[in-house]
């Protein structure tokens, strides 16, 4: 049993869970990436279900279906969005019910959405930082686990403010995940309570 990862990028977040130990037992991207590098570097499988493939029509449903096929044979209790660039439909909810985590490089609920960085830096915002929070349909909605501030440096670029975030993303996030699946293997199946606060 372990943790099922989705990413799409450059897949630090995924490299910082494999370091922590944490039991991924596959990896899914939506498209190429050097996340699937990270996790054949660390021989873990990893498979590719190409957003790409479906066509302009963009079948969500059918496309989460896939990415549900690529999970199932591998003993997932827990999904953990690790930059994933595809919103996925019902059916993950529905198969995964309160077990899909996401990071998000802001403080939520403040700047939800893909430019959730350059958002607090239009914004002039001073303080940002990272969420850590349980997946819901409604994008970067669903309930805060774990969250920390990052300070906004004069003559920040989103670039800089991003890396920043995305370093205590790596710690965060992981922690986090572990505290989950603790919880997780604690409950048992079904009498799953959330417990939030790590830091
Ligand atoms: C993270 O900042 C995450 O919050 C956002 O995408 C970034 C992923 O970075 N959704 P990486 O691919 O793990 O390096």
Same mark, same amino acid.
């Given at each position: 049993?372990?943790?099922?990862?989705?990413?799409?990028?450059?897949?630090?977040?995924?490299?910082?869970?494999?370091?922590?130990?944490?039991?991924?037992?596959?990896?899914?991207?939506?498209?190429?990436?050097?996340?699937?590098?990270?996790?054949?570097?660390?021989?873990?499988?990893?498979?590719?279900?190409?957003?790409?493939?479906?066509?302009?029509?963009?079948?969500?449903?059918?496309?989460?279906?896939?990415?549900?096929?690529?999970?199932?044979? @591998?003993?997932?209790?827990?999904?953990?969005?690790?930059?994933?660039?595809?919103?996925?439909?019902? $059916?993950?909810?529905?198969?995964? $019910?309160?077990?899909?985590?996401?990071? @998000?490089?802001?403080?939520? $609920?403040?700047? $939800?959405?893909?430019?959730?960085?350059?958002?607090?830096?239009?914004?002039?915002?001073?303080?940002?930082?990272?969420?850590?929070?349980?997946?819901?349909?409604?994008?970067?909605?669903?309930?805060?686990?774990?969250?920390?501030?990052?300070?906004?440096?004069?003559?920040?670029?989103?670039?800089?403010?991003?890396?920043?975030?995305?370093?205590?993303?790596?710690?965060?996030?992981?922690?986090?995940?572990?505290?989950?699946?603790?919880?997780?293997?604690?409950?048992?199946?079904?009498?799953?309570?959330?417990?939030?606060?790590?830091?």
């Amino acid at each position: 049993m372990g943790i099922g990862v989705l990413a799409s990028g450059s897949g630090t977040n995924l490299a910082a869970i494999l370091e922590a130990g944490l039991p991924v037992t596959t990896v899914v991207a939506d498209r190429r990436c050097r996340a699937l590098e990270v996790a054949a570097a660390a021989g873990v499988r990893a498979d590719l279900v190409e957003r790409r493939s479906f066509g302009l029509g963009f079948d969500r449903v059918a496309f989460t279906e896939q990415v549900l096929e690529a999970l199932a044979p @591998h003993q997932v209790e827990l999904v953990a969005m690790a930059g994933f660039g595809t919103v996925l439909a019902q $059916p993950i909810h529905d198969a995964y $019910p309160q077990r899909i985590l996401n990071t @998000h490089p802001a403080l939520l $609920p403040a700047f $939800p959405g893909w430019h959730a960085v350059e958002d607090a830096l239009a914004a002039g915002a001073q303080i940002t930082g990272c969420t850590v929070h349980l997946a819901t349909l409604e994008v970067d909605a669903g309930p805060v686990l774990a969250q920390q501030e990052v300070v906004i440096l004069e003559g920040d670029s989103p670039e800089s403010l991003h890396e920043r975030i995305k370093a205590v993303e790596r710690r965060l996030y992981p922690r986090t995940i572990a505290a989950v699946l603790a919880q997780l293997r604690e409950a048992g199946q079904g009498s799953l309570a959330i417990r939030a606060g790590v830091r």
